[in-house]
C-alpha cells in the first residue's frame, strides 16, 4: 500500500536564489500538505549519508559538496500518491529535459543543481524522512 508520504529537500540553490517561498506555495498548491519542516545544513559526511545509495557514482563528490554548500530545507510531505505526483511536480531530474510547468523546468540550473529532491519510492521517502525528522517533529493531525 503505498505510504502516501514524499520527502523532499529544498537544495541549497533553492535557498540561496531566495525562491524557498514560492516552491513551498507552488507544492501547497499542487495539493501536498507538510507534515515536518526545518532549515538546516548538511556537512559533506551527512550529505553522503543521505546519498548513499549513490556512493559509487561519478557525481557522488559534486553531489554531497554542492548539498553541503549551504542551508537547504528538508519537508515530509502527504498526498495521496506522494511520491509519483511530487516527482511529476518537480520534472526530470536534469532541468533540460523537465516538462513545461514543472518545478526544475522554472527555476533549476544544471542536473547538479536543480532546486528539488524528491523521493523515488515509498520505501524511501520512510527512510529519508527518519534522516532529518524525529516522531516528534511530524505533525500528527489535520492542521
Ligand atoms: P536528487 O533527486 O536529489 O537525487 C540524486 C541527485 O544526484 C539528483 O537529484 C541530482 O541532483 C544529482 N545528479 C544526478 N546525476 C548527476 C550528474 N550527472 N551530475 C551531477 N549531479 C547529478
Redesign the pocket.
Known sequence: MASNLTLT?L?PDCVRKGITGEVTKRIQEAGFKIKAMKMTRLTKQTAGGF?EV?RE???FG??TD??SSGPCVPMLLEKENAVADFRKL?GA??PAEAEEGTIRKAFAD?????I???S?SDENALIEASYFFSQAEIVANEV
Open positions: 529537500i537544495k546519498y549513490h557514482r561519478p557525481f559534486e553531489l554542492f548539498m518537480i531530474t536534469d544544471s542536473k547538479g543543481e536543480n528539488v529532491h524528491g523515488d
